[in-house]
Structure formats: C-alpha cells, structure tokens
Nanobody, 123 residues
Framework: QVQLVESGGGLVQAGGSLRLSCAASGRAFSSYAMGWFRQVLGKEREFVAAINWSGGGTVYADSVKARFTISRDTAKNTVYLQMNSLKPEDTAVYYC????????????????WGQGTQVTVSS
C-alpha cells in the first residue's frame, strides 16, 4: 500500500513557475514508477509526465515537453514536478500516481493516487 499527498499548487501568472511535490508513504516507494496527471472539470484525466522506479527514464506529454521536469528523491520518498513557462491552459487539478517499476501514460495503469492539488495560471 502506498499513500500519496500532493502539495505546491496555487495561483501563478502566465510565464511563471511552480514546483509540485508528491510525498509517498508506505512500503517500497523505490520500486514504484511515479506519474503526474491533470484534470479539468468535465474532461478526461490527462497524462503529464512519468518517471521510472530508478529515475533513469522519464516521459512527457508533448504539451509540457521542455517546460516541465519530473524528478524523484528516493531518500525523501518524494517526486517533484517543476513547471516553468506556465500557460493558462495548464490550469487543472494535478494528481500524482504510482504503479510498479515502469511509468505509463495511461491513468488506468496506476494503482495509487493522491488527492490532487489545484494549479491556476492567470493570463
């Protein structure tokens, strides 16, 4: 069992930056791949980024590539999403999720989810 708690969301102007954190508790965090997804009310959950269990492999949605960076600190049981050059279309609730070993772009393949943190980007 893995429990996930996101933090770091907020209101920021377009062009600004935010760093989201996802603190994990429970067993064997280091053996889980971590993903970030986002969702706007009334729309399907959208993949943002994922990182493998070792931190050696990352993947990003085209919409955030070169602007967002996912990383993990195994010693702190925490995964981060550094978001730069934010745009109004990045506004959403951001969720972190965990699945065994290898990241995936499909939210259906994740076993554990946090409660989400709101990110609002004003124009």
């Amino acid at each position: 069992q893995v429990q996930l708690v996101e933090s770091g969301g907020g209101l920021v102007q377009a062009g600004g930056s935010l760093r989201l954190s996802c603190a994990a508790s429970g067993r064997a965090f280091s053996s889980y791949a971590m993903g970030w997804f986002r969702q706007v009310l009334g729309k399907e959950r959208e993949f943002v980024a994922a990182i493998n269990w070792s931190g050696g492999g990352t993947v990003y949605a085209d919409s955030v590539k070169a602007r967002f960076t996912i990383s993990r600190d195994t010693a702190k049981n925490t995964v981060y999403l550094q978001m730069n050059s934010l745009k109004p279309e990045d506004t959403a609730v951001y969720y972190c999720a965990a699945r065994p070993l290898i990241g995936s772009g499909s939210w259906h393949e994740y076993d554990y989810w946090g409660q989400g943190t709101q990110v609002t980007v004003s124009s």
